[in-house]
Nanobody, 123 residues
Framework: VQLQASGGGLVQAGGSLRLTCTAS????????MSWYREVPGKERDLVAA????????IYADSVKGRFTLSRDNAKNTIYLQMDNLKPEDTGVYYC?????????????????WGRGTLVTVSS
């Protein structure tokens, strides 16, 4: 699976951005997918994930109520709508195609990462 991510940028606190990740490859439509965020000196953390059917999502506590993850399987694309952004949302966001989705738990596939897209939220 190959992943193409886009949509990062600079925004003021309280603003919105939408990240897009499009998957290609033979199994692109069958993977659960997700977004991770990485900041310097810290591990890459899960922000949000969505099941392969799109009927189930999970979010990090820090983004619940502000971020919405959706997918369009006809386009093999996921969308992360980020509203009411805060400076602590700043980081490089990476799209991942998952190895497994089970019992509302997302298991990333270490070989399927998109190129990161930088999100900067100014105060």
């Amino acid at each position: 699976v190959q992943l193409q991510a886009s949509g990062g940028g600079l925004v003021q606190a309280g603003g919105s951005l939408r990240l897009t990740c499009t998957a290609s490859g033979s199994s692109a439509s069958t993977n659960a997918m997700s977004w991770y965020r990485e900041v310097p000196g810290k591990e890459r953390d899960l922000v949000a994930a969505i099941s392969n059917s799109g009927d189930s999502t999970i979010y990090a506590d820090s983004v619940k109520g502000r971020f919405t993850l959706s997918r369009d399987n006809a386009k093999n694309t996921i969308y992360l709508q980020m509203d009411n952004l805060k400076p602590e949302d700043t980081g490089v966001y990476y799209c991942n195609a998952g190895r497994l989705w089970y019992s509302r738990t997302y298991y990333p596939h270490n070989d399927f990462w998109g190129r990161g897209t930088l999100v900067t939220v100014s105060s």
